[in-house]
């Protein structure tokens, strides 16, 4: 038998009216926001990602599908949305467009990523970015919007977790001081931090080996050795935040794992989601546009992770169903007649269904309770006979005849109520 992929999961027809929930109330703020939804490739140009997410990435380094087309260019499955979106805004020269533009995407990503509960090597991101804005307030934008789509879905335990990368000068002068530090604790990090000491030492703040977390329990802190400009810039942004009622926790070891970030730096934890706590995740990527080669343009943004947010979604959540009609034509004549009823009634826009195997009335009626829908059409050859049917509410039991040219308004009407 041939089965799925390791970390690659199937979404079974009972869980997708959650994930449609999920997904359209976050389109829906989205869109409340200002933002228009864009959809990109699914691959792309290996090099896009090496160049945006940064080449000493675990993403970069370990994470990607990778293969070569058949022309022996190489290509990438998308690890994220960021970069696929940047190089779209460049390439279809949206910069020229008033600004600013700001996008949302919702769809698949893929890591390769050692599989566990919420981290998979398919998952689903729904993220937004904003082009064109370097005021303090486009982050509290896209930073509250990420919170009221959580807080929308009633998601617990949420702490919005926050930090400043400052411009990357900061970094330049704050990267030699923190190097410094950790060549005196070395022999405490683990092999992986040893190798990001060079290669990447913002990082090993970031690890969650415990003993890496003690070692650099001391180390010099980011924010304390930002430009005047990056400390007022994350000031605005904290002060903007409070303004609209959003708590915030600071947390100096939040490095964010892809490169392209400086200033605000932001990822919102649940307590419940146990290892893989982070929901959603983003910060400013002020020079990304440009270093893809495009023009010089500021940018801010998030990723939600909506395995993670599925996972949350407390159990009492309603998840709206279609409501629908069942139609059980028994009897000779009424049997194709209830045929064409249910083409009709569908082709007015009545979400409707019927077993083509039921015989006898009963037999449907099992049928209409196991589909849960909320009325059904009883039609046997004596309503044929007077060009009429029954429809019975399926909840309290009450059965009105009704002329079967109404029927699609009457059913209409009595959906819409429902
Ligand atoms: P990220 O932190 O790599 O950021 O991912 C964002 C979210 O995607 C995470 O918080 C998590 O919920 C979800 N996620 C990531 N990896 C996995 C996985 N293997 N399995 C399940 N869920 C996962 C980004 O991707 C940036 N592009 C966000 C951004 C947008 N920054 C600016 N704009």
Redo the contacts with the bound molecule.
Sequence with gaps: MIKGIKGVKDILPEETPRWRLIEDTARRWAMWYGFQEIRVPIFEVTTLFARSIGATTDIVEKEMYTFADRDGSSLTLRP???AGTVRAFIEHNRAADPLPQKYCYLGP?F?H?RPQA????Q?H?F?V?SFGVSDPRADVEVISLLWRILSHLRLQGLTLEMNSLGYQEDRVRYKPVLVDYLKTVAVRLCGNCQRRLETNPLRVLDCKVPECRAATEAAPRLTDHLSPAATDHFNQVLRGLESVGIPVHLNPRLV???DYYCLTTF?VTASGLGA?N??????R?DGLVEQLDGPKVPA??????L??ISLMLPPDTVVPATPRVYVAAFGEKAAPSGFQLLDELRRQGVPADMDFRSGTLKAHLRQADRLGVLYTVLLGDDEIAKGSAIVRNMQTKAQEEVVLSDLPTTLKTRLSSA
């Design positions: 994220e949305g960021t990503m890591r990523e919420g981290r998979l090597r998952f991101q993220g970015e964010r794992g892809l990822e893989q982070a929901v959603g995740a983003g910060g990527y801010v943004g998030f990723a939600v992770g395995e993670r």
